[in-house]
């Protein structure tokens, strides 16, 4: 970061946020007009931005998506990995047409026989012979952790620290300066203190997680295989299997969360790694961007919470939703997987990637910049420091706010958008050579500017 003069770059960022707001003059007047949103938006998410307002979105096709000033831009962020399939893939968009216009009854509460193809491939791919859907991988992860716990009998979670599961309350701690469990900075609305609910444990730390699992209190260690929403964290050589062999001493479950994950390959990194979870969890891309999630598990435990006769797991025992498993996004989840994120897919998406992460260390190298890309399969993100970090708290502290408006701003006023949270780039079926090269060509002018 010393290699950055702020002063020039806080003028750089008021030149490009100029620039913006000058070139999208109908999304600034709609967020003005925009009162009756809570934080004029939808969704606050849609609130992380590096400009004075959010893109408003007219059409989205393929990797490509067309703000409502008419600019067209490649896509990497991809819905933060809602639309890795890309945006609205034929077969999602006939078999979603066929269900909703022709056949009807997306919300019948009947199943349907997509559902059992849906179960059947999701076990090909991950291993857990028996699913449940949900509509976003938070609730799917919500409705395992009650399970988990209901079958067990423990009452705690545990957690890496900056972790991604969502808005799940369990997963919002952190390593605190003692080394014990701490709240979340900016953590809304906690019903307890998270120390109640939850322990933690550093990524790549099996000590910590050691001691953590001591205290025989934890029914399930619910952890991404790869730190992803903080920045990419990859594990260390034998860390995972570190991971099972710790829980399974101590008799704690082990649910792997692949929503972000599942970039890695067509069967995630539970395939691709040769991990061993007792349950999987697993939203987002699976839909082709109809809203869609799923948790599965082994088929022992399966029948072991279904034979607890004083669990109620069909009416108001916590583990479903109106909407959840609706004939709609079973649809799609079945063209998804059987038309779209199919393995010669995956071929052409981690071939970009690798092309991608390829071309920025080359730039960094080129401009001696300390800073390092990681791949996670189909993406690749970029950090501001000279290795990537092991740890979600070191992940966190190598955050660079002004350098992450630097390139969202410079990049998207060139037709270019990264993922908002961070610097990532997710590749799609439908992205192209010529987009990957195209955003090198932006990020390279980027870095020769910032370190100019």
């Known amino acids: 970061m010393s290699a950055v003069d702020r002063d020039r770059l806080r003028a750089l960022i008021a030149r490009e946020a100029a620039d913006f707001t000058a070139r999208h003059p109908r999304s600034r007047a709609a967020f003005a007009d925009a009162a009756h949103l809570f934080g004029r938006v939808p969704m606050t998410w849609m609130n992380k931005r590096a400009g004075a307002f959010p893109l408003y979105l007219d059409r989205a096709s393929g990797a490509e998506v067309t703000d409502?000033?008419?600019?067209?831009?490649?896509?990497?962020?991809?819905?933060?990995?809602?639309?890795?399939?890309?945006?609205?893939?034929?077969?999602?968009?006939?078999?979603?047409?066929?269900?909703?216009?022709?056949?009807?009854?997306?919300?019948?509460?009947?199943?349907?026989?997509?559902?059992?193809?849906?179960?059947?491939?999701?076990?090909?791919?991950?291993?857990?012979?028996?699913?449940?859907?949900?509509?976003?991988?938070?609730?799917?992860?919500?409705w395992a952790i009650r399970i988990v716990r209901a079958v067990t009998g423990r009452p705690k979670i545990l957690v890496n620290a900056y972790c991604y599961?969502?808005?799940?309350?369990?997963?919002?701690?952190?390593?605190?300066?003692?080394?014990?469990?701490?709240?979340?900075?900016?953590?809304?609305?906690?019903?307890?203190?998270?120390?109640?609910t939850s322990r933690v444990a550093e990524f790549n730390d099996l000590d910590a997680l050691e001691r953590q699992l001591a205290h025989g209190d934890v029914a399930a260690v619910l952890m991404e295989p790869a730190l992803k929403n903080i920045g990419i964290v990859l594990p260390d050589p034998g860390y995972l299997e570190g991971v099972r062999a710790l829980t399974r001493r101590s008799g704690t479950l082990l649910i792997i969360d692949e929503t972000h994950t599942f970039s890695v390959g067509p069967g995630g990194a539970c395939r691709a790694w040769d991990l061993e979870p007792d349950l999987v969890v697993i939203g987002k891309a699976i839909g082709g961007g109809i809203p869609a999630g799923a948790y599965g598990m082994s088929a022992e435990f399966a029948d072991a919470a279904l034979g607890r006769d004083d669990l109620d797991l069909i009416d108001m025992g916590g583990v479903g939703g109106?909407?959840?498993?609706?004939?709609?996004?079973?649809?799609?989840?079945?063209?998804?997987?059987?038309?779209?994120?199919?393995?010669?897919?995956?071929?052409?998406m981690l071939a970009l990637a690798t092309r991608y992460t390829d071309g920025v260390r080359a730039i960094f190298a080129a401009h001696d910049a300390p800073?390092?890309?990681?791949?996670?399969?189909?993406?690749?993100?970029?950090?501001?420091?000279?290795?990537?970090?092991?740890?979600?708290?070191?992940?966190?502290?190598?955050?660079?706010?002004?350098?992450?408006?630097?390139?969202?701003?410079?990049?998207?006023?060139?037709?270019?958008?990264?993922?908002?949270?961070?610097?990532?780039?997710?590749?799609?079926?439908?992205?192209?050579?010529?987009?990957v090269d195209r955003h090198l060509e932006v990020l390279g002018d980027a870095v020769a500017e910032v370190l100019g």
């Open 371 to 435: 800073w390092s890309v990681v791949q996670l399969g189909a993406r690749a993100e970029y950090r501001f420091s000279p290795r990537p970090p092991r740890s979600g708290t070191e992940a966190h502290e190598a955050t660079d706010e002004l350098l992450d408006d630097w390139f969202h701003l410079f990049l998207a006023n060139r037709g270019v958008l990264l993922t908002p949270f961070h610097n990532m780039a997710l590749m799609s079926p439908a992205t192209t050579a010529a987009q």
């Open 68 to 142: 409502i000033d008419g600019l067209t831009y490649a896509d990497f962020a991809l819905g933060d990995t809602a639309a890795m399939a890309g945006h609205s893939p034929a077969p999602v968009v006939e078999a979603v047409q066929q269900r909703f216009a022709d056949l009807g009854g997306a919300t019948a509460m009947l199943p349907t026989e997509d559902a059992e193809w849906v179960g059947a491939e999701l076990s090909r791919r991950f291993a857990p012979t028996r699913w449940s859907f949900s509509l976003t991988a938070t609730d799917a992860n919500r």
């Open 322 to 348: 109106t909407l959840a498993g609706n004939a709609l996004s079973v649809a799609a989840m079945r063209a998804t997987l059987e038309q779209v994120l199919t393995e010669a897919a995956f071929d052409h």
């Open 165 to 196: 599961h969502g808005s799940v309350d369990e997963s919002l701690i952190v390593v605190g300066p003692d080394g014990g469990g701490a709240m979340r900075p900016g953590n809304v609305g906690a019903p307890v203190d998270v120390t109640v």
